[in-house]
């Protein structure tokens, strides 16, 4: 009997620490991804990143909502990013909302290294950080607009070396590039494959939102 009720108390424990980390979790409409594809901006293309961005999501209790890739594509039946995520508000695991809109997100918006969370709560090495990975694939300009000076790695279809690139924003606000403190479209990578990416700040990651 003893044995059963330390059991009991250790699982009222264990449903207590863990069921206000789900409940953010359920709550959470956008995060920057914990993990790439592992090669490069081969993502499988936009299903294949939404994919990614919902079996992470569900990973830490979140799939019940619709996640979609913040990722602009080109050429015939191009996307633009800002099209497919929803109309907001948008919040972090914790809560915090980083955009009401589509508009304010690509406004004044409160995406900063603090509030740009995975989906596991945590943050994302940025400049400074070693190693580095702020560079956040998105393929689109300031507006969300697809950028159309790259091919987006031939529309997150390819990890090659020496061929293609894709636009990066920093999450974290700063660095180098034509637009240094922009999230979505700070300059283009070096190349597609995860060696480019990470050569220049980088490791494959990028922004998922809740659409519904």
């Avoid at 069921?19 to 993502?43: C, H, I, K, R, Y």
């Avoid at 914790?94 to 989906?119: C, M």
Wanted: negative net charge.
């Amino acid at each position: 009997m003893k044995i059963l009720q330390l059991l009991c108390a250790a699982t009222l424990l264990c449903l207590l620490s863990v069921s206000p980390a789900l409940a953010q979790a359920s709550e959470m409409t956008f995060f920057l991804t914990s993990a790439g594809s592992g090669n490069g901006a081969d993502l499988g293309g936009l299903a294949g990143a939404d994919g990614h961005c919902q079996s992470l999501a569900a990973a830490v209790g979140a799939g019940g909502k619709t996640w979609h890739a913040y990722l602009s594509t080109t050429g015939p039946g191009g996307v633009n990013a800002r099209d497919r995520i929803g109309s907001g508000p948008w919040q972090n695991i914790k809560g915090v909302v980083v955009a009401q809109n589509v508009a304010q997100l690509h406004g004044e918006n409160n995406l900063t290294k603090e509030s740009v969370l995975n989906e596991k709560g945590m943050m994302t090495n940025g400049r400074g950080d070693t190693p580095n990975q702020h560079d956040i694939l998105t393929g689109s300009n300031l507006d969300g607009t697809a950028a159309s000076d790259s091919d987006a790695c031939s529309n997150w279809t390819s990890g090659a070396d020496g061929a293609g690139s894709a636009m990066v924003g920093h999450f974290d606000r700063q660095g180098g590039g034509a637009n240094p403190s922009s999230w979505n479209s700070a300059h283009g990578s070096r190349g597609c494959s995860q060696d480019n990416l990470i050569a220049t700040g980088g490791n494959g990651y990028f922004y998922c939102f809740a659409t519904n």
